[in-house]
């Protein structure tokens, strides 16, 4: 038989080794050092029945597939379409104690299921534009010559026209921001049609337009 590529001892010292130790009593130590090999080498030889090496294949074949292990993978990958051999035969192991990816991968391959179920492509649909939507925009400018800080431009656009209605406010909060919205449902589709939205008199009525400033009103 083949010895190990490493083996520290040949067929016959190995014999000679257990010979000296049952029959002169030997002690592992003196053996160690005659045949220059460490301790642990010679109680291994002392203590087995045979010089020969032991096979080195595995003590269970792990390619073991019965019709019944071929079944349960089938049946788990049909209740559970997206799990792969690997889950599968963890799943499995309390049944098949030998159950691993190498043999529930070819029964997949063989059934046809290794791929999981395609999803149907989601029909794209566009965004929904509302009849009389509004969308409406913040811009943050320099303020004019000779003045200080930032002024605001807010526009509103209705999106089915695309009509716009703008103004440079002198900040963006929130009270400010919604006069701005009152004055521009009364120019914007179809609010315009029906008369001002706003009384004249209310604090959200659209405040004097003063010369020299820049599209303080568009369209």
Known sequence: MKLHSQAALTLKQRQEVKRLYEEQGSSI???????????????????????????????????VITPEYREAVIAYREEHPHHGPIRIAQALQESFPWANRGTALPILQEAGLTRPPQKEPKERKPIPVGRHRIQMDIQQLPAIKGGHGFEY??????????????????????????AFLQRALDMLPPFFSSGPTTPPNSPCASPPIRKGRRGSKGS
């Open 153 to 178: 431009k807010v526009s509103a656009i209705h999106l089915r026209t695309r009509l716009k209605y703008s103004e440079i406010l002198p900040d963006h909060r929130s009270e400010t921001v919604a």
């Open 29 to 63: 130590r003196k053996l160690a050092e005659q045949f220059k090999v460490n301790q642990t080498t010679i109680q291994r030889w002392v203590h087995r029945e045979s010089p020969l090496d032991k096979s080195a294949a595995p003590l269970h074949h792990r390619t």
